[in-house]
C-alpha cells in the first residue's frame, strides 16, 4: 500500500504562483504513474497532470503550459509547480499513484482570493 500526503494549497490571487508536495510513505521508484487530480465545487474529479517516467508528462488542456509536474524519486516526492493561476484552478488538489491499484492522498485546497 501506498499512503500520500499533499501539501501547499493556501489561497492565491490570479496569476499567482503554489507549488503543490506530494509525499509518498514509501519509495516511489518503481511507481511509473504519478499524478494530481482535483475536483471543484459540483464538479467531476478530473486529471490535471500526470508523470508516467523520465521526461514522460501529461497535461489536461486547461493547464498546459502553465503547470508543471515533476518527481523526486529520493524524497518521495511528486510536486505540481501551478503558475498563471486563474479563478477556474480553484479546486481541491489529490495526489494519486496507480501501484496495482489507485491511490490518494487526502487533498489539499487552493482557493482564488480575488
Known amino acids: 500500500q501506498v499512503q500520500l500526503v499533499e501539501s501547499g494549497g493556501g489561497r492565491v490571487q490570479p496569476g499567482g504562483s503554489l507549488r503543490l508536495s506530494c509525499v509518498a510513505s514509501?519509495?516511489?521508484?518503481?511507481?511509473?504513474?504519478m499524478g494530481w487530480f482535483r475536483q471543484a465545487p459540483g464538479k467531476e474529479r478530473e486529471s490535471v497532470a500526470r508523470?508516467?517516467?523520465?521526461?514522460?508528462?501529461e497535461y489536461a488542456d486547461s493547464v498546459k503550459g502553465r503547470f508543471t509536474i515533476s518527481r523526486d524519486n529520493a524524497k518521495n516526492a511528486v510536486y505540481l509547480q501551478m503558475n498563471g493561476l486563474r479563478p477556474e484552478d480553484t479546486a481541491v488538489y489529490y495526489c494519486?499513484?496507480?501501484?496495482?491499484?489507485?491511490?490518494w492522498g487526502q487533498g489539499t485546497q487552493v482557493t482564488d482570493s480575488s
Open positions: 514509501r519509495t516511489i521508484v518503481n511507481i511509473y504513474n
Open positions: 494519486t499513484a496507480f501501484y496495482g491499484g489507485a491511490y
Open positions: 508523470i508516467l517516467g523520465p521526461g514522460v508528462t
